[in-house]
C-alpha cells in the first residue's frame, strides 16, 4: 500500500496562488494514478484534478482547468496542485489521492477507484 501526506494549504487572497503538495512513502509513487479532490462545509467530496500514473496525462474539473495544475515527480514520491486565481469557491479541504493502475496513461475522476488517501489540507480563500 501507499501512504499519503498533503502540505500546503492556507489562507490566500482572491487571487492568489498556493501549491499542494502530496508526499507518499510505501509501495512505488510510479505505480499510482494520483488524483486531487475537495470538500467544501456541508458539501460532497468532489473532483479536481488527476494524473496518469506516467505523469503524460491529465484531466481537469471545468471550474478549475484554467487555474490549476497537477503535477508529479516520481523520483522525489511526489504529486502537486498548482492553484492559480485563487477563488473564495475553492475554499475546501484538499485530498490527495491514489489509484492503483498498471496502465501508464490512465488517469481516474471518479472516488471509488482510489484506494488510498491524505488527511487533507484546508485551503481558504477570502474575499
Known amino acids: 500500500q501507499v501512504q499519503l501526506v498533503e502540505s500546503g494549504g492556507g489562507l490566500v487572497q482572491a487571487g492568489g496562488s498556493l501549491r499542494l503538495s502530496c508526499a507518499t512513502s510505501g509501495r512505488p509513487f510510479s505505480w499510482y494514478a494520483m488524483g486531487w479532490f475537495r470538500q467544501a462545509p456541508g458539501k460532497q467530496r468532489e473532483f479536481v484534478a488527476t494524473i496518469s500514473s506516467s505523469g503524460n496525462n491529465s484531466y481537469y474539473e471545468d471550474h478549475v482547468k484554467d487555474r490549476f495544475i497537477i503535477s508529479r515527480d516520481n523520483a522525489k514520491n511526489a504529486g502537486y496542485l498548482q492553484m492559480n486565481s485563487l477563488k473564495p469557491e475553492d475554499t475546501a479541504v484538499y485530498y490527495c489521492?491514489?489509484?492503483?493502475?498498471?496502465?501508464?496513461?490512465?488517469?481516474?475522476?471518479?472516488?471509488?477507484?482510489?484506494?488510498?488517501w491524505g488527511q487533507g489540507t484546508q485551503v481558504t480563500v477570502s474575499s
Open positions: 489521492a491514489a489509484a492503483l493502475t498498471r496502465l501508464g496513461n490512465r488517469y481516474f475522476t471518479a472516488l471509488d477507484y482510489y484506494e488510498y
